[in-house]
């Protein structure tokens, strides 16, 4: 396993470095360079609008009624049961309210939990690269060893029979992620049946992060491991309802699963931040979960922004990769540029007055393809001002 616990002095105090090998998220550096050098961001997953304004209206309401005292352990009543209905209506896997759903401070925190109450030191956790920067160093942090299995561009395919081999008495758990960040890429009916196959007869534990699920694009299908039940048996889903609905700062996500994986979940929920986001937020997200007009709105949306995008990346010499689903889109540089890609994102960044961020950092082995993530879920205004300057320095 990767060092990642280490003693260091500072100042006459010895300080146990749990992540050692870590340095701060590219996430954080890419944000600070924006900001410094006042380059449009489309480094970061967040759409930069605000959506629903009834989603507001009701937020203030609840807020000043008086729901702002600490909501119970696994989420307001309200809310479950709302999340209950729209896993039933949409996958048709019915979840209880109250044994097999928990609202949890965003999706990042039910990975935590999900991952501290699956593993133990020593136990391996596979991990699809290039993946979101934070899955590896929560396995590494509970004492787990992450197993990467590397997916080549431009494609980034599943090969299952490759995967089989990697897969031991050790392994105990597989994260997937689709509508995948960074890729696009998105998991299909054949991907299922040969993870159901790989997987039969075993007690691995699938951690399906599917944040992303209702940005999906050229017909593709968002498919739930939820809708599976051989799968959903042992699984655990995750999403963010903060994302889905604008509000990433309201921080709240949910996580689902078969009730014995959530009463472990529970235990480790309880003691990190007991109860999440106020009452009043969870309130008022509980009366949109189930607003289908909602979630097409959207999806509409984000169609009419990936187009935009593509149009404008059409008069540089940037390549965009396929975009199958989520908020992103790679785009190959190499026709502009032979530097790494950090240095090309702050090059970028520093120069022509646009964030992204370089594809590297989403791979344990920081290969290097000259490949950059951009988010397109952006206002058409944001979209069109961080392309002024690329198509006039590097027009096609």
């Not at 896993?87 to 990975?111: S, W």
């Not at 534990?205 to 209702?214: F, K, L, M, P, Q």
Request: aromatic share 12%.
């Amino acid at each position: 396993m990767t060092k990642i616990i280490e003693d260091i002095v500072t100042d006459g105090i010895l300080v146990t470095d749990k992540l050692s090998t870590y340095e701060s998220s590219i996430f954080a550096e890419m944000a600070a360079l924006s900001t410094k050098h006042h380059a449009v961001n489309l480094a970061q997953g967040f759409p930069d609008y605000q959506k629903s304004n009834q989603l507001i209206i009701d937020a203030t309401h609840y807020t000043e009624e008086g729901f702002n005292q600490y909501a119970p352990m696994n989420g307001v009543a309200t809310l479950r049961e709302a999340i209950s209905d729209y896993k039933f209506n949409t996958t048709g896997k019915r979840y209880d309210p109250n044994l097999e759903v928990v609202i949890t401070t965003g999706a990042m925190q039910a990975l935590h939990c999900a991952i501290a109450s699956t593993i133990s030191a020593g136990d391996e956790v596979i991990i699809f690269d290039p993946s979101f920067d934070s899955y590896r160093p929560i396995v590494e942090l509970y004492g787990g060893i992450a197993v990467t299995i590397t997916l080549e561009a431009p494609t980034f395919e599943f090969k299952w029979n490759e995967i089989s081999k990697r897969i031991n008495r050790k392994t105990k758990a597989i994260i997937l992620n689709s509508p995948n960040n960074p890729t696009g890429k998105m998991i299909g009916y054949d991907d299922i049946a040969a993870l159901e196959k790989i997987t039969a007869h075993s007690n691995i534990v699938i951690i399906s992060d599917e944040v992303y699920e209702h940005a999906v694009f050229n017909g593709n299908k968002h498919l739930s491991i939820s809708q599976f039940e051989s799968l959903a048996n042992r699984s655990f889903i995750i999403s963010s309802l903060g994302k889905i609905f604008h509000v990433t700062g309201w921080r709240v996500g949910y996580c689902v699963g078969p009730k014995q994986l959530i009463k472990s979940f529970l235990k480790i929920h309880q003691f990190t931040v007991f109860s999440s986001t106020s009452t009043a937020l969870q309130m008022a997200i509980a009366w949109q979960v189930n607003n289908m007009d909602y979630y097409r709105e959207i999806n509409d949306s984000y169609s009419k922004q990936r187009d935009l995008f593509l149009e404008l990346v059409s008069k540089t010499k940037l390549k965009p990769l396929p975009i199958e689903g989520s908020f992103f889109c790679l785009l190959d540089y190499s026709a502009i540029s032979s530097k790494k890609e950090f240095y090309m994102a702050k090059f970028l960044a520093i120069e022509h007055g646009v964030c992204f961020i370089p594809l590297s950092a989403f791979y344990a082995d920081r290969r290097e393809q000259r490949l950059l993530r951009a988010c397109f879920v952006k206002k058409e205004e944001t979209l069109r001002r961080a392309f002024a300057g690329l198509e006039k320095e590097f027009s096609s």
